[in-house]
Structure formats: structure tokens, C-alpha cells
């Protein structure tokens, strides 16, 4: 026999539970609490001891056989009802945050909402958490790929009027980080977006043909004018990298940031393809390498293009939409490896007969389903089988409902993070 049995048999009516809940005491009969035995009443029966009884309520008298509970008296009387006709109603006035709470506490579960109620729950909880979302938001979008703060945190201000010069380098950071500050601020970030967009039109150029250079012994050589244009580029963004380094309030904060990094990663393969050039002038075999290591160094320029980050309010809610995606953006990789697995291994087995067909081995059914499932279509392999061609069929509609899922959600999230971007850039610039 359990001891809450036992405590009741000892009672002058052993067939009700005296509740006190806020000051608002009520006896409730034990066929009533047993008809729902997962909440924290109909718990209260089965206890094996006292400290079992304590972790259910706030306190106990067992002269008495009173439960207290420290909750909402108010809240309590819908709670009876419930106890009384099996279904939950919705508080009106009471936060849906609020009512989750006290649901979850008293072990109410979501399936006892009546119907008139359960629709308007699950649309007000959706509306609550994407508030939540929001506001957490706001509070990563300093550490994030946001955008420049438009204005010093209090604890910016005060690292700056305790360090050396701390006047002269606020006035600075505050003109590389906020465009919108002054008319010098904006020319400066002109200037840099224009030294951005030349950089990228400068390795374009360098990749064609037509502005290769040879020197008498016919082997290729740079041109001079693309790579004075190089180095003067690389001068501006090294320059620019350490005028902020140098009168950024926390050196620390700087290098954590995203576009700082990108930054750094713009111009570091320069000095790196440099050192490397100068190492190979010698005939070291050890070196023979190096060649190989300066083209991909040189092939890291295009991160250059990521810098317009800076300066594009779109690239940067693209990045903090990933940031914020990652669980969408996870869902999407396993749905698609499921569906490639899957149809490698159909097309595999309906393709592997036909002399004809190219879908000869289970990793080129891979590649098959990849482009099929994300409808780029190469037509490079296809199927040939009446069967093979179904099943191509099926894999290219799973493949569009499965891409379809979670885009709606990167969407929309991106939509609302472009639209505060756009409100915090107009804000700038009209300060």
C-alpha cells in the first residue's frame, strides 16, 4: 500500500485531497484525480513517502492532509474544470507564455485543449516564438555578420576614454564603422567599395588570356600594370585592416568578428604568395613545390568578393540567415542524402542489366540522384530502362518536395532579417 494511501485512510474521509492552492483551498474526491493520473494531482495519490509528496507541492500538513501549492489561485479554478469535464480552455488575458507554464506544471497536456481552443494555442504559441526568435536576433546581431554598430555600447565608451588617445581613435572607429556619420565617413566607405569592386574587376581581367605577358624566353610572366593594380589594392586593404585594428575598442572582439576574419583572409595570400616567391628564386629541390602552393594562395583572392559584405545589407542578412537556418539548413543535407542513398541504390539495381546505360556502379548513382534530386539535370547520365526512367521520375518529384520543406523558413527568416537591416542602414544614414 503507498504511503499517500495511507495517509488518507488515516484521515476522518479517506475519498478526498484537501488542495490549497494560493490561499484557495478545494476537496477534490480520488475518482476524480484518477481519471487523469499522469498530472501532478493524480501523482499526489501514488506517492511512496512525504519527501515524494514535497517534490510534487510546495508544502504539506499531513494533521490536516492539505497539499499546498504556490501558484495562481486564478489560474486553479480553470484547472478544476478541467478535472470536472476532461477538457482545457484558453485564459483570457493571460499571456500563451504564461499558460504553457501553468499547463506544463499542473501536467495538463496539449491534447486535452478543447476544440474550440486548440487551433487558437497552436497560432498564438507560433506567433510567441517567433518573437522569441527575434529578440534573440537583436541580442546575437552585435557578435554576427548584422552590421557595423551603429552606435558605442556603454562599455565601447568606457574602454575608450581609459586607454591612450581614446578621443582620437573613437572619432576614427566611429567614421570607418558608421558610413552614416559624416560626409568623410561615407567618402571613406565609397572609397573602399570602389577599391573593392576594382580588385574584383582586376582578377577577372587577369585571368584572360589576352592580358597574359611571356618574356623572351617565352615563359609567362605577370603583367606590370595588373600587378601594380594588385599590389596598391592589397596596400589600401592592409592599411585600412590596421587603421581599424589599431582603434578598434576591444582587439579581441575585432579578430572574433566574421567580417573582420574575411578581411584578414583578403589580403594574408598575398603577403604569403610573396614570401613564397622570394623563397623560390633559389634552387632548393625542398621548394619544388612552392609553384603549386602560390596558384591556389593566389586562387584565395577571391575572397576579396566577400568584403562587399561590408558594404551590402543583402550579404549580410544571407549570412546571418544561415547563422539562424543552421537547423532548416541540417534538415535540408539529411533529407537530400536519404533521397540520394535511396534512389543510387533503385537506380543501381533496375540500370545494372543494360549495356546501354552509365548507371553502372552505386557512386555514379549517387551523382545521378544528386542532380536529379536538386533538378540541375546534367543529362551527363541518365536511364535508359523503362524502370530506370519511373524511378528517375519519382526522384526528381521527392527531390522538389524535399528542397521545398525547409525553404519556406530560411525564407521567411530571411525576409524579416533583410527588412531590419534595411530599417537599421535607412536609420544610419539619416543620422
Request: proline letters at 3%; one cysteine or more; charged letters at 20%.
Amino acid at each position: 500500500m503507498m504511503y499517500g494511501q495511507i495517509l488518507h485512510q488515516q484521515s476522518a474521509d479517506n475519498s478526498f485531497v484537501n488542495v490549497n492552492v494560493g490561499g484557495f483551498k478545494q476537496r477534490m474526491e480520488h475518482s476524480v484525480l484518477k481519471r487523469f493520473p499522469r498530472t501532478r494531482l493524480g501523482r499526489l495519490l501514488h506517492c511512496g513517502s512525504q519527501e515524494a509528496i514535497l517534490e510534487l507541492c510546495d508544502d504539506f500538513i499531513a494533521s490536516e492532509m492539505e497539499y499546498y501549492f504556490d501558484r495562481s489561485p486564478r489560474f486553479f479554478s480553470h484547472v478544476l474544470n478541467f478535472y470536472l469535464t476532461g477538457k482545457m480552455h484558453l485564459v483570457d488575458g493571460l499571456c500563451i507564455v504564461s499558460f504553457h507554464q501553468e499547463i506544463e506544471y499542473w501536467g495538463i497536456e496539449e491534447q486535452h485543449l478543447d476544440v474550440c481552443c486548440s487551433n487558437k494555442f497552436h497560432e498564438l504559441t507560433g506567433l510567441a516564438e517567433e518573437n522569441c526568435w527575434d529578440r534573440r536576433s537583436d541580442e546575437l546581431q552585435p557578435d554576427g555578420l548584422d552590421s557595423p554598430a551603429e552606435e558605442l555600447s556603454e562599455d565601447d565608451e568606457a574602454t575608450f576614454e581609459g586607454s591612450w588617445c581614446g578621443d582620437i581613435r573613437k572619432n576614427i572607429w566611429i567614421r570607418l564603422e558608421n558610413p552614416g556619420y559624416s560626409p568623410a565617413a561615407k567618402a571613406l566607405a565609397v572609397a573602399s567599395l570602389g577599391v573593392v569592386l576594382a580588385s574584383i574587376i582586376a582578377m577577372c581581367i587577369h585571368s584572360m588570356t589576352d592580358f597574359h605577358q611571356v618574356d623572351l624566353s617565352e615563359k609567362e610572366i605577370e603583367n606590370p600594370l595588373l600587378t601594380f593594380f594588385e599590389t596598391f589594392c592589397v596596400l589600401f586593404f592592409s592599411a585600412e585592416f590596421i587603421l581599424r585594428l589599431a582603434t578598434a575598442p576591444s582587439a579581441r572582439k575585432f579578430l572574433r568578428s566574421p567580417l573582420n576574419v574575411i578581411d584578414l583572409m583578403s589580403v594574408a595570400p598575398f603577403y604569403v604568395t610573396v614570401a613564397c616567391d622570394a623563397m623560390s628564386e633559389g634552387e632548393n629541390t625542398e621548394l619544388e613545390n612552392v609553384g603549386k602552393v602560390v596558384q591556389i594562395l593566389r586562387l584565395m583572392r577571391v575572397f576579396r568578393i566577400l568584403k562587399l559584405a561590408r558594404h551590402s545589407a543583402g550579404l549580410r542578412s544571407l549570412g546571418v540567415t544561415l547563422r539562424h537556418s543552421a537547423h532548416e539548413v541540417g534538415q535540408l543535407v539529411l533529407f537530400l542524402s536519404v533521397g540520394i542513398s535511396v534512389f543510387s541504390a533503385l537506380i543501381y539495381f533496375v540500370e545494372k542489366e543494360s549495356q546501354e546505360s552509365e548507371l553502372q556502379t552505386v557512386p555514379i548513382g549517387w551523382w545521378w540522384a544528386t542532380i536529379s534530386m536538386t533538378t540541375v539535370g546534367y543529362g551527363d547520365t541518365c536511364p535508359v530502362t523503362p524502370a530506370g526512367k519511373l524511378i528517375g521520375t519519382l526522384c526528381i518529384v521527392c527531390g522538389l518536395l524535399i528542397v521545398a520543406l525547409p525553404i519556406t523558413n530560411i525564407f521567411n527568416k530571411f525576409s524579416k532579417i533583410y527588412a531590419r537591416q534595411r530599417h537599421i542602414v535607412v536609420r544610419q544614414s539619416d543620422n
